[in-house]
């Protein structure tokens, strides 16, 4: 029997879905309602109005009321004919019985394609393909298709293909021998709402298909470049890469140039190895596209790195050959549907460029893992509905006006932004290795600046536009740019970082009769390929037959590294038995005699690789100790710092002895290595009467470690012991020492060490935990508040009032009590900027302010880059006089620049006379 469902059930449930879909605006008490009543069309548009009463008898005198449902207190009404729309919805709206007031819209569902196999492509709702099918399905837009080629005969595709060519076999028709273009052909155009098999991306598109790739899915780079060029000058707006080489070239680089200079927008797959992204996505101009899952988690072999755009399901159910359909995975999956959505948007903005439809994806992407850009996900997940609906903003790195919150970027792809008049724009980017980083930056106003900023914000080096000459030194690591200089009006720019890897230390060698001479010891080397045609050379010079094992493993698919091997005097062995991103290895007897090595990346990869890496030497020979004898504590080898000593355990019976000396309390750090396989072996640290000391031992790998000990004044020994080990021993051992000065280790012999160390014993300036004061390091406009708060001992004093300093803050105290006394002013009148690296102009203000200083006027510059109109002049001129303002060399004072910790220390001692 079927059972009914109460009525009472159903109004609830008719209410909450109109509630849902039209959520309430607040009402005056609150805010005031905004409500568009003009949006009514002839008087038919009604309202949705919640009570929390008995609506009014004047209520049901001047509306016509709809509905009306007395469990919830809503009704749907609207004004009498004769009641003016506005005044109506303004009056109700402001009443004191109404909770809520909104227009009631019409309610459309989404539209889906009856396509009978769409239930198959989950991929569709995970980049919202849905909602944005309600906008825009596409246009007759030609997207060319550079793969095996495409099915013509496939029915989802005939009727969306354009002429296209063969480039495997000119003359013949495109048609795909291998499935994979007709896979990608079927994400973007597969007809879409016509009853049969799938749907792609676009409903109406039209493809062109270049074959550039045999049937077994390889090809060559020139017919890669090739089937872009065709695409750009017959027509196409967009060209879908799913394909890519390892390697840089300077020939596809300007092919894929050429197309964005004629408005063609290439996106391309990063590949699917779990290594570096490939070219051609990996150029400036190109759109890479990762894959991601179902759970939007980056796939593990998913290419990544500073190149990657943008990410988008990695499984997909598409067209196949053959007539048919079928579930196919990677980021040659993913590319096309970023393509069909750069479509899409261009539907919606046909006036952008390839450059703007790049932003507007990277702007409206659903950001994944860390906030901002990142390696693994780019700017995140494509999301067609954002696409479509969301405005292209001006700057999608807004709001970056500070250096606390700067924007993510990746080096090696370009951005673009605008800056606003009188503002900074931040940025940072990590460093993957030690290396340079070049700046490019273009914009319309000649005055822009960029400006390198390390993470301490020590600024290291600015250039302007169109400047593009100048490189910075980086550490591995995070760094900062700060572009600044719009003039009186805004203006757009582009900045790229352009980073390329250090050098190794064993350059030059890229000739054999340059080869870096190697001891004849096992060790493991790290190289780099920073130039053009780089290949480094190596000798050993071998004084005892052995066996010589060679290990060369890249940490990137841009290197296909080769080794070369020889004898002076024999042929060379060259093996190459492996290929991108694979180790080579070689083992070989070894006579007395040089040993040349060569390691190189293959032939054809002759351009810089950002990438190290490591060759593994292990030489089995028997060796001689150079310290021998030093098998009794009387013998014992001296050590000097700093020095790296290679030492011998013969079998069975040898110890080795040595002894250093300490000249003050000191923090030790020892390194110690094996060279060879461990047989048996110990280490003691031994105090002048030979009594052990405990040493925290911390291990790097398998075959070293470190300790780290604070030591008093004295003469102290190592003792290496061999434990009756059967074999030949190899160890490598260094020493390090930091003189300690008032328990830390970065003062002694420093230039500020006498005004360091009073403050230290008056307790007025502290560490950073351990044993480091950091002299160098930048110093906070708090910290610097700290250190003459303590010192000057002013009287308690109420808030200032600053937004950024709360009460809970550290430094409240110190910044209150010194804004009080007049030694510190704000940023601003709301804001201190208590975290902000405070400038050398504004120590030397700080530190008048607290010593009574107010500045003489004159017409003279204190400094060759301080004039007289400067704000800081008068101080300057006063202090200078006094001689407490001190420039540099060049007759500069650099008031801009970081103040360090050390220098606003030395000067608070000198000024305040301590």
Known sequence: MKQSIPYRWMLSLLILLLLVTFPAAPIDGQETMRVNAQSAQDGHTSWIIQWNSEPSPEFWAQSEVLHYYQDTLVTVARPHQNKDTDEWVHHWSRCGEVDSLQPNQKVKAAKVPNDPLFANQHYLK?????????????????????????????????????EGINLVRPGAEPNDDNGHGTNVAGIIAASGDNDKGITGLLWNAKIMPIKALEADGNGDEDKLGEGIRYAVQNGAKIVVLSLGLNKYSS??????????????????????????????????????????????????????????????????????????????????????????AAALAWTVHPEMKPLEIRNLLRQTAEDLGNPGWDSHTGYGLLRVDRVVTEAPRRDIYEPN???????????????????????????????????????????????????????S????????????????????????????????????????????????????????????????????????????????????????????????????????????????GSSELVIDHNGDGEPESFQMDVTP??????????????????????????????YEDPFEPNNRPFQATALAYDESYIGVIDPETDVDWYRFRLE????????????????????????????????????????????????????YYFKVDGQGGQSQQLYGLRLHADRLVRGYADVYGHWAQPALVKLIEAGYVDGYGGSQLYPDRPITRAEAASILDRILKPAAASSPGFEDVPSDHWAYGPISRLFRLGAVSGVSQTMFAPDRNITRMEMMTMLANATGKSGYNTSIAPFSDVDESYWGTPILNQLKQEGWAEGYEDGTFRPQRTATRAEMMHLTVKMLRL
Do not use: C
């Open 126 to 162: 995970q980049i919202r393909a849905e909602a944005a099918w309600d906008i825009v399905t596409g246009n007759d837009m030609v997207i060319a298709v550079v793969d095996t080629g495409v099915e013509l005969s496939h029915p989802d595709l005939a009727g969306h293909l354009v």
């Open 251 to 340: 020939y596809m680089e300007n092919i894929v140039r050429e197309a964005e200079d004629a408005g063609v927008l290439l996106v391309a797959a990063s590949g699917n190895e779990g290594n570096a992204v490939k070219y051609p996505a990996a150029y400036d101009s190109v759109l890479a596209v990762g894959g991601v899952g179902a759970d939007n988690r980056p796939e593990g072999l998913s290419n990544s790195g500073p190149e990657l755009d943008i990410v988008a399901p990695w499984v997909v159910f598409t067209a196949s050959r053959g007539g048919g359909y079928d579930y196919r995975d990677g980021t040659s999956m993913a590319a096309p549907q970023v393509a069909a």
């Open 401 to 455: 006006n500070r250096q606390v919150t700067s924007k993510v970027i990746s080096s090696n792809k370009s951005i673009t932004a605008y800056l606003e008049s009188g503002e900074e724009d931040w940025f940072y980017w990590d460093a993957p290795y030690d290396g340079a980083a070049h700046y490019r930056l273009t914009g319309n106003t000649v005055g822009l600046d960029v400006t390198h900023v390390t993470e």
């Open 457 to 568: 914000g020590i600024e290291v080096q600015s250039m302007a536009n169109p400047d593009g000459s100048q490189e910075t030194a980086v550490q591995k690591g995070r760094h900062y740019v700060r572009v600044s200089g719009a003039g009186q009006a805004g203006t757009f720019y582009t900045l790229h970082v352009d980073f390329r890897i250090y050098s190794d230390p064993f350059e030059d060698n890229d000739r054999q009769y340059k080869a870096f001479t190697l001891s004849p010891r096992s060790q493991l080397l790290v190289g780099t390929f920073d130039h053009a045609n780089d290949q480094d050379w190596f000798v050993i010079p071998i004084d005892l037959a052995g066996t010589l094992k060679l290990k060369v493993t890249p940490d990137t698919a841009r290197m296909d590294p080769v080794l070369t091997i020889f004898k002076k």
């Open 593 to 622: 005699g040089l040993y040349y090595i060569k390691v190189a990346n293959i032939a054809s990869y002759s351009y810089p690789v950002v990438g190290e890496y490591i060759l593994d030497i292990h030489l089995a020979t028997s």
């Open 664 to 715: 003050g309390d000191s923090k030790l750090q020892m390194q110690f290595s094996l060279l060879q396989e461990p047989d048996s072996l110990s280490v003691q640290l031994l105090d002048g009467s030979l009594k052990e000391i405990q040493l925290p031992i911390y291990i790097e790998d398998a075959n070293s470690w470190n300790a780290q000990v604070t030591l008093t004044a004295g003469t």
